[in-house]
């Protein structure tokens, strides 16, 4: 977890006990997930001369993060409204809301945390299945995966797809400061490809999703 390597030795990852048996547990791989990400936004200040800058990247990815945690946690603890004349709501009994594809033990709230955490840093792991999320609640990692981790990134090169999302909001606000390491004349370059990079990963990601589409239709017939 703390590479955001993801995955584990059981098929079912995170949600298998043995894997991950405790609250203890899944919060300590939770934070092992966030831990590097979040640390590299003090080194990005300290490389660049700008504590103030870093933690103001580390807020702006804090802020995007949050709000995933909560949309995605509203929308797993409605109940499901295809399932007609079925009780879900919250009672000593049950836990309410849309429980489909996650452990009891952990409940909405932890599985709804964990799927932002691991879409926000390019991690592979899992402790409920986000296909059977609600509409809404799957939205959010989709949405994560999609903008290429931007909510902390990953370890290391994780970290691009927030730096470029830094260059494109300087530039829309026209930055002119000579001293802003990230819009200076020296970083041209970096400025003129940065929408290409950005771009890319969502059109490789609409590609894949086209094939997906393509070879089901294929074995369908």
């Known amino acids: 977890m703390l590479g955001t390597n993801g995955g584990g030795f059981f098929g079912t990852n995170s949600a298998h006990p043995f894997e991950n048996p405790t609250p203890l547990s899944n919060r300590l791989e939770m ?6 990400p979040a640390g ?4 990005l200040g300290q490389l660049t001369g700008s504590p103030r800058h870093g933690w103001a990247v580390f807020a702006a990815m804090s802020i995007l993060w ?4 909560l949309t995605c946690y509203w929308a797993e603890s409605q109940p499901n409204p295809l399932l007609n004349g079925v009780d879900q709501h919250v009672s000593v009994e049950q ?3 849309n429980m489909e594809g996650k452990e009891v033990r952990i409940g909405i709230a932890n599985s709804a945390l964990f799927a932002t955490v691991t879409t926000g840093a390019s991690c592979g792991a899992v402790n409920a299945m986000h296909d ?3 509409p809404l609640g799957g939205m959010v990692p989709m949405i994560n995966i999609l903008l290429g981790e931007i909510g902390f990134g990953g370890v290391g090169a994780g970290l691009h797809a927030p730096a470029h999302a830094t260059v494109r909001c ?6 002119q400061r000579a001293d802003h390491h990230l819009v200076n004349s020296s970083r041209a370059a970096r400025r003129k ?4 990079v950005c771009g890319g990963h969502a059109a490789a990601q609409s590609a894949d999703l086209r094939c997906g589409q393509h070879h089901c ?5």
């Open 217 to 221: 239709a294929i074995h369908r017939h």
């Open 66 to 69: 949050f709000a995933g945690v």
């Open 193 to 196: 490809v940065s929408p290409f």
């Open 40 to 43: 590299l936004t003090v080194t």
């Open 132 to 134: 059977s999320f609600m």
């Open 170 to 175: 300087a530039l829309g606000h026209h930055v």
């Open 95 to 97: 836990a309410g809301g």
């Open 31 to 36: 934070s092992a997930i966030f831990l590097i």
